[in-house]
Every structure is written in C-alpha cells, then in structure tokens.
Nanobody, 116 residues
C-alpha cells in the first residue's frame, strides 16, 4: 500500500509563499508521474503541476511562472513551491502518484488559504 503524506499548507497573505511537501512511502521514481492537484469548494479537482519519472514537468496555465514542482529522490519527497500567491489559489491541495496510468494514489490533502 502506497502512502502519501502532505504537509506545508496554511494561511498566507496575497503575494506570499508556501512550500508543500509530499512524502511517499516508497521510491518515487517507481511512479510514472507525481503531481499536485487542488480543489476549491464547489469546483472540480484540477491538476496544478506534475513531474514525470524522467523529470519532465507541466503546469496549469494559472500557476505558470509562480509555482515550481521539484523532488528529492533520496527523501522520496515531491515539493510544490508556491510564490506570488493569490486568493484564487485557496484550495485543498492533494498529492497524487500515478503508476502506468492504471493505479492512482492520493494523499489526505493540505489546506492552503490566501487572504487578500
């Protein structure tokens, strides 16, 4: 069973920064892709950023230039550095690990609240 544990959420003022962490219970390079999703009340869950096992990254248009996804293979941890935060970034943020497009694992989520 794969476990993903997120941390780093909180309350921040607009323009501020937060760094989210997602610690996996196994070697993150065994996953096809790892990503961060977010979901605000009344909205669908959306992909924010992802990184493949090969190191390729992609971002939602709304966060390009502000968010950075990275990983520390030795710590089996994926990070999401969020800068220039906006109130519309307020959501629950969820870590995801995908294996061969068949298996999907989710963390419990961490709340990010950006005040104006």
């Amino acid at each position: 069973q794969v476990q993903l544990v997120e941390s780093g959420g909180g309350l921040v003022q607009a323009g501020g920064s937060l760094r989210l962490s997602c610690a996996a219970s196994r070697n993150i390079l065994t996953f096809t892709r790892m990503g961060w999703y977010r979901q605000a009340p009344g909205n669908q869950r959306e992909l924010v950023a992802a990184i493949t096992s090969g190191g390729s990254t992609n971002y939602a248009d709304s966060v390009k230039g502000r968010f950075t996804i990275s990983r520390d293979n030795a710590k089996n941890t994926v990070y999401l550095q969020m800068d220039s935060l906006k109130p519309e970034d307020t959501a629950g943020y969820y870590c995801n690990a995908e294996l061969n497009v068949i298996y999907n694992y989710w963390g419990q989520g961490t709340q990010v609240t950006v005040s104006s």
